[in-house]
Every structure is written in structure tokens, then in C-alpha cells.
């Protein structure tokens, strides 16, 4: 099993920034990816950013050149970094931890942490 905890929500002005943190504890896989997701209400959620192990990223096509995405291995903890805001990025996110092993898939997710942007 892996935990995740989730901080850094909150409410910011459009053009502002925030940052969340996602601490994964547990049985941690060396190899794993972690992201963070965001599902508004009655949407499909949906994948914002994910940095593997090595390093290698991907964002969604929304928040290129807005978001950035770090984690600090030895902490097992991820960043998203959020500048620019807009009113489009208020909901909530998610942390996402994934790994497979043995031919199966495994996904934690945290709680959840609401964005909310003020235009």
C-alpha cells in the first residue's frame, strides 16, 4: 500500500501562482511514476502532468509553459509548480502514484486538494 499526502490548494487571483506537494509513503517501487490529475465536477478526471523516476514528463496540452512538474526522489514527494492561473484551472487535483509489477497495474491516489482562481 502507498499513502499520499497532498498540500498547497487553496484560492488565488488569475495570473497568480500556487504550488502543491504530494508526499507518497508505504511500500514505494523504485520504479514509478507520479502526476497529478484534476477532475471537475460531473468531468471525466483528467491527466495535468506526470514526472517518472528518470525524470521524463509529460503535461497536458493545457498547461505547457504554465506548470511545471519536480519531485525530490529521496522525499518520494512531488511538486507542481502553477503559474499563470487561470479560472479554467480551478478544481481539484489529485497526486497520482503508479507502478506495475508482475504484469499488474497499481494506482494510489491522494485525497484531493481544491484550486480555486478568482478572475
Known amino acids: 500500500q502507498v499513502q499520499l499526502v497532498e498540500s498547497g490548494g487553496g484560492l488565488v487571483q488569475a495570473g497568480g501562482s500556487l504550488r502543491l506537494s504530494c508526499a507518497a509513503s508505504?511500500?514505494?517501487?523504485?520504479?514509478?511514476?507520479m502526476g497529478w490529475y484534476r477532475q471537475a465536477p460531473g468531468k471525466q478526471r483528467e491527466l495535468v502532468a506526470t514526472?517518472?523516476?528518470?525524470?521524463?514528463?509529460k503535461y497536458a496540452d493545457s498547461v505547457k509553459g504554465r506548470f511545471t512538474i519536480s519531485r525530490d526522489t529521496a522525499k518520494n514527494t512531488v511538486y507542481l509548480q502553477m503559474n499563470s492561473l487561470k479560472p479554467e484551472d480551478a478544481t481539484v487535483y489529485y497526486c497520482n502514484y503508479h507502478h506495475s509489477a508482475w504484469g499488474t497495474a497499481y494506482d494510489y491516489w491522494g485525497q484531493g486538494t481544491q484550486v480555486t482562481v478568482s478572475s
Open positions: 508505504g511500500r514505494i517501487f523504485s520504479i514509478n511514476v
Open positions: 514526472i517518472t523516476g528518470a525524470g521524463m514528463i
